[in-house]
């Protein structure tokens, strides 16, 4: 039986979480793993691919390269993309969607990329079937992702579909949401144990104990949706219908951490409720009306705070940017008051609301968060 093939793959994440997708894909077992900037490498076979996708909870995307080429020009690029056999992945009445990226390269414009990519494969389904795939940029059959540097261009299938923080819980955005997959490094970065209390005070729609909550159940973070793989030509259902059923998520039956999320408004908490609910770990969280500003937190608890605080940037924020640093001074001198040995992870926008927090010894990490650039502060208080 000739051994299965393997792939290399790359599986993507927000800048600033590299560090714990790698411990994530180390954690897999995943070959030849190695950070780079915007995720992480890695080789593997079909399972690999599949794994990845429904164990991973940091990454964004994991794509499989087809190949790698030189595209100096618009003809180079076309001939080598032609070439492909795209019939394997991609039915004739199929549908697709090319995404570029490109740096340092003759070739520069994305629009183009994306067309002449998208015109070599369709015109290579017309020569020889004499039909040809649809573009469909919502929900394609195969997601394509061309990356051009220095002329140099890598050519890879995303294996995902839809962006992995979709996990298919969450009923209610809320007020500038904090993406699943961001929610979940988080937790990684403030070394939560999943046994200790977790508390998350500006909870908003409850992305953050949602996601601890489901790590500490054991539930991975692709267990209820689908993936692009599976609408490709030469996906083996059987085989992948059989390892699902070897991967079933059940909560754990152990004692559950206490996981509290508060907020001040009742509308977030009652969507926080309902995220939960359909997360399947409504009752594993207690939500409660409460001001961050008034944080209980009980003697000896040895706590994680985890929280996206407000950044005064937010839909519907009515406060100056003053206000906001009242707020941060404010929290943070209840959290010296009642939080001595509190393990604290908190994302804000920039240093200066870090700094109005008035704790020492905070070490602080840039992500980024819908495209702005963020200060996680990360220590004890």
């Given at each position: 039986m000739?051994?299965?093939e393997?792939?290399?793959?790359f ?8 560090p ?5 894909v ?5 070959a030849?793993q190695?950070r780079?900037?915007g995720?992480?490498y ?13 164990h ?7 794509l499989?390269?087809?190949a ?6 618009g003809?180079?690029?076309y001939?080598?993309?032609h070439?492909?056999p795209?019939e394997?992945w991609?039915a004739p009445?199929g ?6 990226q490109?740096?340092e390269?003759?070739?520069d414009?994305?629009r183009?990329?994306?067309q ?5 494969i ?6 020889r079937?004499?039909t ?8 394609p059959?195969l997601?394509?992702h061309?990356?051009l540097?220095?002329?140099?261009a ?11 923080h979709r996990?298919?819980?969450r009923?209610h955005?809320?007020?500038a949401?904090?993406a699943e997959n961001l929610?979940?490094?988080l ?7 999943a046994?200790?209390?977790?508390v ?11 996601e601890?909550?489901w790590?500490a159940?054991?539930?991975a ?5 689908s993936?692009?793989f599976?609408?490709?030509r030469?996906h083996?259902a059987?085989?992948?219908?059989a ?6 998520s ?6 559950r951490p206490?996981?509290?999320a508060?907020d ?5 908490l ?6 939960a609910a359909?997360?399947?770990v ?8 409460a001001?961050a500003?008034a ?5 000896g608890?040895?706590a ?12 519907g924020?009515a406060?100056e940017p003053g206000?906001?640093l009242e ?15 509190t393990?604290l992870a908190?994302?804000a926008?920039e240093?200066a609301?870090?700094?109005?927090l008035?704790?020492r010894?905070l ?6 968060n819908?495209?702005l650039?963020?200060q996680?502060?990360l220590?004890?208080?």
């Amino acid at each position: 039986m000739p051994a299965p093939e393997r792939h290399a793959c790359f599986a993507t994440c927000t800048r600033g979480v590299e560090p714990v997708l790698q411990a994530e894909v180390r954690a897999l077992g995943l070959a030849r793993q190695e950070r780079q900037v915007g995720g992480v490498y890695f080789e593997g076979t079909r399972l690999d691919v599949w794994r990845a996708n429904r164990h991973l909870a940091t990454a964004v995307r994991v794509l499989q390269r087809l190949a790698r080429f030189s595209a100096r020009d618009g003809d180079e690029l076309y001939a080598a993309v032609h070439e492909l056999p795209w019939e394997r992945w991609l039915a004739p009445e199929g549908s697709l969607a090319v995404a570029a990226q490109a740096t340092e390269s003759a070739l520069d414009h994305t629009r183009f990329l994306e067309q002449r990519v998208k015109d070599a494969i369709v015109d290579r389904f017309r020569a020889r079937e004499g039909t040809r795939p649809a573009v469909d940029r919502e929900d394609p059959d195969l997601r394509i992702h061309l990356h051009l540097h220095a002329d140099r261009a890598t050519l890879a299938l995303d294996t995902s579909g839809a962006a992995l923080h979709r996990r298919a819980w969450r009923l209610h955005q809320g007020r500038a949401p904090l993406a699943e997959n961001l929610a979940a490094a988080l937790v990684r970065f403030s070394g939560w144990d999943a046994r200790a209390p977790l508390v998350d005070p500006f909870c908003g729609s409850g992305t953050i104990v949602i996601e601890a909550a489901w790590q500490a159940a054991g539930i991975a973070p692709g267990s209820l949706r689908s993936f692009g793989f599976e609408r490709w030509r030469d996906h083996d259902a059987r085989a992948y219908a059989a390892w699902q059923a070897t991967q079933a998520s059940v909560p754990r039956e152990r004692r559950r951490p206490t996981l509290v999320a508060s907020d001040l408004d009742e509308t977030r908490l009652a969507e926080a409720r309902a995220n939960a609910a359909q997360a399947g770990v409504g009752d594993w969280i207690r939500c409660e009306v409460a001001d961050a500003r008034a944080l209980a937190l009980r003697p000896g608890w040895n706590a994680f705070v985890v929280t996206n605080a407000p950044y005064g940037l937010r839909v519907g924020d009515a406060g100056e940017p003053g206000d906001v640093l009242e707020l941060y001074r404010a929290f943070g001198a209840r959290l010296r008051e009642v939080g001595r040995g509190t393990r604290l992870a908190l994302l804000a926008l920039e240093r200066a609301q870090v700094r109005a927090l008035g704790l020492r010894g905070l070490r602080t990490e840039s992500l980024l968060n819908g495209g702005l650039e963020c200060q996680l502060a990360l220590g004890e208080v």
